[in-house]
């Protein structure tokens, strides 16, 4: 039996029904790549996901600097949600919320009576204390229950104090993991920050970089590369981002999908409305980082811009050459499994291929199936490429959007060159054999660990005490624990010595967990 069936097996007839739709053992059969994803786990099973709240305050909106973020809700979905993700900032202008927890937090009476006063107050104090210029409004489970109307306070602070505010009603309960708070958080910065400014941009090639969130400086690293180049980054959304750059991001000639799982939505709203093409990118891995690169000096189509991308390509690689030939021969031939919420577990894929490590198993939390088995705009176009006329094209998924923007000599121009507007899933991108799950829980992990063997687990904070327990390598590919930058030439170098770092001390095997020695059980007798 193959190791999907040797889990899956152990199963009662109900979990097993669930579960095989959500796991993928990838064979040389090609029909065989699609896998059910965005469901909602199975009651009491001991699953990785966060929720709405989470994806919407804790991902897209909190890394915003110059934006009050509070959490209209008890005090523990604030105080847990507080500094936990390594989204690194720079202070500015001043401005810099992001190291501060604020919340109203709602008591029993609030519950009971309503919290919309306790949030005024809490809006009046912020203001009194930090006179922010925007104020993001998230609220927890409960406040969806009472039905506070946020967006009416929201209203109320705007006019009152002339400043941004803008209520999310993004309620922990919300759909199935964190991925709806994404949803709500794009649809909000849309309508409500993007487009607002005026700022005059002059520079030719102007990117925004979309869904990087700057986890150990990733972000600052990719920005050191395109500025070598010549691009100029008019907003990143939203690592080391604010308000006051996405309110000016709407001029922008291109936008880069780093992330596509948390923002393929604005991605595609600017689309529509500003006619601003994506092209999704990866500077995760030394061979994804050069093929973004060239992707983005082909849409821009400038010969000096090409040349000049060359010359920062052959300089970065120079400068890390030997580091990566040392590296590489320490780590040729392991393998590794990958688990973390979206797009990382395919990112990574790319880096760990670059120092000849093999990915046996990798899954996403929350991803969608178009996360795993990727979405082709293109070839939508190409059948019908002799039409005359091509702007009236009708595309799939969206038709309203697509030909709108894509006029005959831009498609001509492009239609052999860049993935514009699509990209490749996990799965298509992962060898024969190796596994694929979605939403994996804490059972799977341990045994695919014990089929598997993988000389590195990569994973959260959450699962890593299951890997600990079974003496296997783990690193938090979330938070990167204590390191980073892990983007572009050099964080590629800091990736591949941690995992050295962790691979020539194999601390674990030495471990003796005190279960394996004697009974944990232990009971005392009541003293009579
Ligand atoms: S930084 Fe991103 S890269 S935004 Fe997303 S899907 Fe989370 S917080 Mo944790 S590390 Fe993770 Fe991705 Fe995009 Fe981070 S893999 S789970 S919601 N994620
Ligand atoms: C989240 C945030 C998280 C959690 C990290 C982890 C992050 O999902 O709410 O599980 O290790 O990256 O900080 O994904």
């Given amino acids: 039996m ?18 095989k739709e959500h796991i993928l053992q990838i064979d040389d059969d090609t029909e065989n790549r699609t896998i059910t994803a965005n469901t909602r786990s199975i009651p009491g099973i001991i699953t990785n996901r966060g929720c709405c709240y ?116 993004c309620e922990g309960y919300k759909g199935v993991s964190q991925s709806g708070g994404h949803h709500i958080a794009n649809n909000g910065v849309m309508r409500h920050i ?35 180049i010549g691009y100029e980054v008019l907003a990143v959304l939203t ?49 994804a980082t050069i093929q973004t690169l060239r992707d983005m000096a082909d849409y821009f189509g400038d010969s000096e811009l090409k040349q000049r991308t060359e010359e920062v390509i052959a300089d970065e690689l120079a400068a890390i050459a030997e580091a990566h030939t040392y590296f590489r021969s320490k780590l040729e031939g392991k393998t590794a499994a990958l688990y973390v919420g979206g797009s990382r577990s395919h990112h990574y894929q790319a880096l760990l291929a670059d120092f000849g490590i093999t990915t046996v198993l990798a899954g996403y939390e929350f991803a969608h199936r178009d996360d795993y088995e990727g979405r082709d705009m293109l070839p939508f176009i190409k059948e019908d490429a002799d039409s005359k006329n091509i702007e009236s094209i009708t595309v799939e998924p969206d038709p309203e959007k697509f030909h709108a923007f894509l006029s005959k000599e831009k498609y001509e121009e492009l239609k052999d060159k860049i993935p514009l ?12 054999g190796s ?29 890593k005490y299951v890997l600990q327990k079974a003496n296997v390598l783990s690193r938090q590919l979330h938070s990167y624990d204590y390191s980073g930058p892990y983007s572009g030439f050099n964080g590629a170098i800091n990736f591949a010595r941690d995992i050295t770092m962790g691979i020539y001390t194999p601390v674990w095997k030495f471990v003796v967990p005190p279960w394996k020695n004697h009974s944990t059980l232990q009971a005392t007798l009541a003293e009579v």
Avoid at 421 to 432: C, E, F, P, R
Wanted: aromatic fraction near 8%; include cysteine.
């Fill in 2 to 19: 193959r190791e999907r069936e040797l889990v899956l097996d152990q199963y009662n007839a109900k979990v097993y029904k669930n579960r």
């Fill in 54 to 169: 989470a994806g919407c305050k804790g991902v897209v909106l909190g890394p915003l600097k110059d934006a009050l973020t509070l959490t209209h809700g008890p005090i523990g979905c604030g105080f847990y949600s507080w500094g936990t993700r390594r989204n690194k900032a720079k202070t500015e202008n001043g401005e810099n919320f992001i190291q501060y927890c604020f919340s109203t937090d709602m008591q029993e009476p609030d519950i009971v009576f309503g919290g919309e006063t306790k949030l005024r107050k809490a809006i009046d104090e912020a203001m009194e204390l930090f006179h922010p210029k925007t104020i993001l409004i998230c609220s927890t489970c409960p406040v969806g229950l009472i039905g506070d109307d946020i967006h009416a306070v929201a209203a109320e602070a705007e006019k009152k104090y002339g400043i941004t505010c803008v209520a999310f009603s």
């Fill in 194 to 228: 993007i487009g607002t400014g005026d700022a005059p941009v002059s520079k030719k090639y102007k990117v925004n970089i979309l869904g990087e969130y700057n986890i150990g400086g990733d972000g600052w690293e990719t920005e050191r590369i395109l500025k070598r």
């Fill in 239 to 287: 690592g080391d981002g604010s308000v006051e750059s996405l309110r000016n991001s709407h001029q922008a000639d291109l936008n880069l999908v780093m992330c596509h799982r948390s923002i393929n939505y604005i991605a595609e709203m600017m689309h529509t409305k500003y006619g601003i093409h994506w092209l999704k990118v990866n500077f995760i891995g030394i061979e």
């Fill in 421 to 432: 507007n699509s990209y490749k899933g996990l799965i298509q991108d992962m060898k024969s």
């Fill in 435 to 463: 596994i694929v799950v979605d939403d994996l829980n804490h059972f799977e992990t341990e045994e695919f660990l014990r089929l598997l063997k993988p000389d590195i687990f990569l994973s959260g904070i959450k699962d």
